[in-house]
């Protein structure tokens, strides 16, 4: 049975920074590329950011550009989001998903598993 645990979300001020980390079980880790994705209340599910199976390549969205870092360690079945300079729009529940091969997608469509979710909440 595949899991997908997310941790670290939190209530923070304008311009400071959250680690959330996603353990996965159930899979071959390695074999997965890794995403994150947040949806805010009202509004649908969005691209943030993807890392490879090997870590060598990552996506992120424009929006987060330059402010978030996504890494995965696979010795330990972890991918994380650094987030920092936070604004009040990134506000949302921020979801790690597994793609099973060697894509980097960022439509939610291809990804196989999900976590339940950790609230990130930015205040102003």
């Known amino acids: 049975q595949v899991q997908l645990v997310e941790s670290g979300g939190g209530l923070v001020q304008a311009g400071g920074s959250l680690r959330l980390s996603c353990a996965a079980s159930?899979?071959?880790?390695?074999?997965?590329?890794m995403g994150w994705f947040r949806q805010a209340p009202g509004k649908e599910r969005e691209f943030v950011a993807a890392?490879?199976?090997?870590?060598?390549?990552?996506y992120y969205a424009d929006s987060v550009k330059g402010r978030f870092t996504i890494s995965r360690d696979n010795a330990k079945n972890t991918v994380y989001l650094q987030m920092n300079s936070l604004k009040p729009e990134d506000t949302a529940v921020y979801y790690c998903?597994?793609?099973w091969g060697y894509g980097l997608g960022y439509d939610p469509i291809e990804y196989d598993y999900w976590g339940q979710g950790t609230q990130v909440t930015v205040s102003s």
């Open positions: 890392i490879n199976w090997s870590g060598g390549n990552t």
């Open positions: 998903a597994a793609e």
């Open positions: 159930g899979l071959t880790f390695s074999s997965y590329a």
